[in-house]
Nanobody, 109 residues
Framework: VQLVESGGGLVQPGGSLRLSCAAS????????VTWYRQAPGKERELVATIYIFNDKYADSVKGRFTISRDNAKNMAYLQMNNLTPEDTAVYYC?????WGQGTQVTVSS
């Protein structure tokens, strides 16, 4: 039973990244999926959640980030556009009381 994130990296301000979260060992489609992030010296914060029929976003990422899922592939995604240095953090996937290991996103010129 695990979640594995991928897709992080270094990107310039204004750039885009797509994070992926691969689930295994449980019935993925039954659970909401949430992306969190934690910047150095800060608390972990909720970024976006996708439920069965809807989703929600933190105000800081609305209009720039899009959460999605593919239940057939047991995958969730976070498309991040127009990134800023304030988006620099470790991004975590969370579902079914399981945390992934995180993937680093660094936005810098």
């Amino acid at each position: 039973v695990q979640l594995v994130e991928s897709g992080g990296g270094l990107v310039q301000p204004g750039g885009s990244l797509r994070l992926s979260c691969a689930a295994s060992g449980f019935t993925f489609s039954r659970y909401s999926v949430t992306w969190y992030r934690q910047a150095p010296g800060k608390e972990r914060e909720l970024v976006a959640t996708i439920y069965i029929f809807n989703d929600k976003y933190a105000d800081s990422v609305k209009g720039r980030f899009t959460i999605s899922r593919d239940n057939a592939k047991n995958m969730a995604y976070l498309q991040m556009n127009n990134l800023t240095p304030e988006d620099t953090a470790v991004y975590y996937c969370y579902a079914n009381s399981i945390w992934g290991q995180g993937t680093q996103v660094t936005v810098s010129s």
